[in-house]
């Protein structure tokens, strides 16, 4: 029986846990675990399901990694000029230094850092430890903490058993607030040097509202941080600094225009942020990934290597805490190299990593010292969604990675259901550029004219979502 | 055999008996060294293997001093090298050997043996392969709570510690410079420390309910620390020990009187401290619906506690899961409400469910809140005895 201690991909939350394998795939919990103590959310619990395994795959045809990895070459270099390589931020830090050589021409983590102010990149890449968030008086959440990054809300509750307050800027109440203030009301919210901002910082969130929270932090002198989706977005952040990066935004751009028309991808799915009519647009699009996905079924070259708790590396999470993999598996830097026309060695990307961080070995009981520099001041231009009904999708680990869950639903308030004469155990229909859904409601203290939904319904335009509803 | 006798017995001179106790050792050196107090478990479980009395066996692989992983392995060396005790490892292994149909030993610790013993009433563990080697228990503790105590209490580096046991009392920690650190319980406790709160209240230090109950209470003299003594409690762990002694893999000696008086004391004083906790925790409460709402207004659907409880056996379809929908808008969650009742008659405390759950609800005390007057107004015990859950018996005649 193989036992892994690993971390959970779910979010840069950073969860450790382990991974059983015996035929099948189970988890028990890693307890001595810094960031989590062991315990997982909803996602974590999920992983068994997660990692389903992939083939590599040319054009629907099973072949060797090896193969693919040529295949992959082959056509990367015959499409010279229209390639790009996006990579979210799923993989160890050392992948992330062998991809960035092979994505010299086109490089894009996800992230739209073009759209903000240069001095902000590493306020946004790094957070802060989580024992700041315990020790923080007043805490400002911009973020639903259960649904979004879960294991933060016994860090929440711990802050507030100590005396914290803590005010949420979200749609809905939320139960460990103590006040709760609509978004549209963000002029009352009060801040002080006191206070913590949490936020988050991932490939769809709006430019203007980044900037927004930054510049209200700014102004009080409050403390910011912003949390994030994948497992190590803050290595692929911060090792990225001095790259030249296109942002996420230009990606989806240039393939619409058709200047990209070769996409390749490190351990992300692409189906689950780019649209699918923008995705078909493309010629190639080539996936290197250890689980099988919506995206690797679309895929013209899948190139398959192991899960990510089989692999040796090194991965940041939001803390900017180095966390060692308890695999020992190297192919998926074997296939990079392949690609790139080079050999990858794991021993000089790890001196490379923790160079970068000013340590001599990764310890997940320390956290290295990173500089987050005061930025200057911001204007931001943050508007009030005009619709009189919208939308809004609460973006979870089950959207990033497409794993479905139990949650078919959407949360409107008690004042909808009886403006609609919605029945109990009823649904509700939702209207959007001429789509037209039905779903099953929750009722919960959420502003009027305000759905949310933590699902995907195909009929979103961004996160928020001007639509029309009806009984 | 002779209470005199106190020279070490060969194999042909035993037979070993359900009902009778003796002191044992393992006779490979390193095992006696790194065991938690002689090595007698480890080698029992090895020699188990090899001779194949069992297909497979389950051990703690050690990560660090604060961290283990459980595995069913087939590898005697695997097996030799998992000797010793984690007190800050709060596994429980009743999960992880159900629905395999193993045949296996494992160690176990009170709540893992009543755990086995209600996944076995549920068909889903096969008792008759299963030879369960307790382990006396007064308490494991979660491994961040003894780092962050180490810290702040002990004003030591978790890095720098090297081995820990409890000794009158107090919870004693060695770093590798040769020092000992010693705290009492009581003392760590009152400051939030120390063991886990359902371990407190436990009431089952020596695991009458296994197949053989290992410890290091009643070890005198000479051999305090240095070995195990062992109570025999069936037919199976009679087997196991006399296959471990036949295989060459340990020596044992009858204890003195001393020691068997000494053992029985500190059991009871143990229980006694345990029910002292009890009444403590379990303070008579008004307005308890509101008191749980409360409590469970951060649960955020995540699974584990029933994922970790080793007395649930339901699968992927169960009434608590098929009752609730995430959708639903209830006050409190059906999933919770529905839990609380089936487990009111098995819940065994074993404070798994609330060592992982993500937003920290006590919920081994809320689940105890139900448990409590149901098991002793029907005077039952899960997991102590083969009789079946009071709930469960209720069937209609035909
Ligand atoms: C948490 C804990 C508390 C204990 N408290 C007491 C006590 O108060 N009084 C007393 O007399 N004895 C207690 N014991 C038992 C004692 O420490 C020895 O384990 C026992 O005497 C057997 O010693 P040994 O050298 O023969 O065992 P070893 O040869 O060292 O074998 C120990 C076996 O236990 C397993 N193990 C280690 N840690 C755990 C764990 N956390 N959970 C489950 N299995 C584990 C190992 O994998 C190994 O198989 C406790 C044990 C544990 C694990
Ligand atoms: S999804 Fe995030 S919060 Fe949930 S277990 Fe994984 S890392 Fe932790
Ligand atoms: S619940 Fe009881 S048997 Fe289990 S670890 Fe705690 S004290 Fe030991
Ligand atoms: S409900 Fe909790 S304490 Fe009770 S048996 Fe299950 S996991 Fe253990
Ligand atoms: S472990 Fe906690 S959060 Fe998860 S379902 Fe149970 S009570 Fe809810």
Redesign the pocket.
């Known amino acids: 029986m193989n036992a892994y201690s690993t971390i959970c991909p779910g979010c840069n939350f950073g969860c450790g846990l382990y991974i059983r394998e015996n035929g099948t795939i189970d988890l028990d919990f890693r307890k001595s675990s810094p960031a989590n103590a062991g315990k997982l959310c909803r996602f974590g619990m999920s992983l068994p399901r997660l990692y389903k395994p992939v083939k590599s795959m040319v054009e629907g045809k099973e072949t060797t990694p090896e193969e693919a990895a040529k295949e992959a070459a082959r056509r990367i270099s015959a499409s010279k000029g229209s390639v790009a390589f996006l990579s979210l931020g799923n993989t160890t830090c050392e992948e992330v230094l062998a991809f960035q050589k092979l994505a010299v021409p086109y490089l894009c983590t996800g992230a739209n850092f073009d759209a903000l102010p240069k001095d902000v990149y590493l306020t946004l890449s790094v957070g802060i430890p989580y024992t700041e968030i315990e020790a923080a008086k007043h805490i400002v959440l911009f973020i639903d903490p259960y649904e979004q990054y879960p294991l933060t809300v016994r860090r929440l509750l711990s802050a507030k058993k100590k005396g914290a307050k803590i005010t949420s800027v979200w749609w809905k109440d939320l139960p460990l607030a103590d006040e709760n203030i609509r978004p549209a009301d963000i002029s009352k919210l009060q801040l002080t040097k006191d206070s913590l901002v949490i936020s988050d910082f991932h490939p769809l969130s709006d430019a203007e509202q980044v900037k927004s929270v930054l510049s209200l932090a700014k102004n009080a002198g409050a403390k910011v941080t912003f949390l994030k989706p994948f497992a190590n977005s803050t290595g692929a952040y911060v090792l990225s600094k001095d790259a030249k990066q296109k942002s996420f935004a230009q990606l989806v751009e240039d393939i619409n225009k058709g200047t990209v028309k070769t996409l390749f991808c490190l351990e992300s799915d692409p189906s689950t942020l780019i649209p699918s009519e923008t995705l078909s647009k493309l010629t190639n699009l080539i996936i290197q990934t250890g689980h099988a996905s919506a995206g690797t079924a679309k895929a013209n070259v899948v190139i398959a290597h192991e899960p990510l708790y089989r692999k040796k590396g090194t991965l940041i999470n939001n803390e900017g805490r180095g966390q060692a993999l308890g695999g020992a598996g190297t192919n998926g830097l074997e296939a990079l190299g392949i690609i790139a026309g080079t050999k990858f060695e794991f021993d000089s990307l790890h001196d490379a990593v923790k160079k970068a961080l000013g340590i001599q070995a990764v310890d997940e009981f320390l956290i290295p010292k990173y500089d987050r520099p005061a930025y200057g001041a911001i204007q931001a231009a943050a508007k009030p969604p005009e619709a009189k009904t919208t939308l809004v999708s609460v973006y979870n680990p089950f959207m990033w990675f497409g794993l479905p869950d139990d949650n078919d639903f959407v949360e409107l308030n008690l004042n909808t259901v009886r403006a609609l004469k919605l029945l109990k155990g009823g649904t509700l229909k939702i209207k959007s550029n001429g789509s037209t859904i039905e779903k099953k409601f929750k009722v919960a203290p959420v502003q009027d004219n305000i759905l949310l939904t933590g699902n995907r319904f195909g009929i979103e335009k961004g996160s928020i979502t001007p639509v029309e509803i009806s009984r | 055999m002779s209470q005199d006798s106190q020279t070490i017995k060969t194999a042909h001179q035993i037979v070993m008996q359900k009902g009778e106790m003796y002191v044992g050792w393992?006779t490979k050196e390193d095992?006696r060294k790194?065991?938690?107090?002689?090595?007698?478990?480890?080698?029992m479980?090895a020699a188990a293997l090899e001779k194949k009395l069992v297909d497979a066996v389950v051990?703690?692989k050690k990560m660090n001093e604060f961290e283990?992983v459980p595995i069913i392995t087939s590898d005697v060396n695997e097996?030799l090298n998992?000797?010793?005790?984690?007190?800050s490892?709060?596994?429980n292994?009743a999960k992880l050997i159900a629905n395999r149909n193993l045949k296996v030993a494992l160690?176990?610790?009170g709540c893992?043996v009543r755990g086995i013993i209600e996944q076995g009433k549920r068909n889903a563990i096969n008792l008759d392969n299963t030879f369960i080697?307790g382990?006396?228990?007064?308490?494991?503790m979660h491994p961040v709570v003894t780092r962050e105590m180490l810290e702040v209490m002990y004003k030591i580096k978790p890095e720098d510690v090297h081995g820990e046991e409890?000794e009158k009392g107090k919870l004693i920690f060695e770093t590798k410079d040769g020092k000992e650190h010693a705290i009492t319980i009581d003392e760590l406790e009152e400051k939030g420390y120390g063991r886990r709160e359902s371990c407190r209240y436990c009431t089952i230090?020596i695991p009458n309910n296994a197949d053989i109950a290992?410890?290091?209470?009643?070890v005198t003299g000479d051999l305090a620390g240095k070995a195990?003594?062992v109570e025999i409690t069936s037919e199976k762990g009679a087997k196991l020990l006399q296959n471990a002694i036949d295989a060459g893999y340990i020596q044992v000696q009858k204890p003195d009187e001393k020691g068997v008086a000494a053992r029985s004391k500190?059991k009871g004083v143990?229980e006694g401290l345990g029910k002292k906790w009890k009444d403590k925790v379990f303070v008579p409460m008004d307005n308890r619906l509101e008191y749980f709402r409360k409590e469970l207004e951060n649960c955020i659907d995540c699974g584990a506690c029933k994922a970790v409880c080793p007395t649930c056996s339901c699968g992927d379809v169960s009434k608590c899961t098929e009752f609730h929908f995430r959708g639903d808008a209830y006050r409190m969650s059906m999933y919770h409400l529905v839990r609380f009742l089936h487990l009111a008659d098995s819940c065994i405390g074993c404070g798994q469910c609330a060592d992982v759950c993500p937003v920290d609800i006590p919920l081994t005390r809320l689940y105890r809140r139900f448990a409590n007057p149901v098991q002793e107004q029907l005077k039952y015990e899960p997991g102590m005895d083969m009789r079946k859950p009071p709930f469960f018996e209720a069937k209609l005649e035909v």
């Open positions: 393992s095992v790194r065991g938690g107090s002689g090595g007698l478990v480890t080698s479980l051990v703690l283990a097996v998992s000797a010793g005790s984690l007190h490892v709060p596994s292994f160690p176990a610790k893992d080697v382990l006396n228990c007064g308490g494991s409890i230090k290992c410890g290091n209470w009643g195990t003594f500190i143990m």
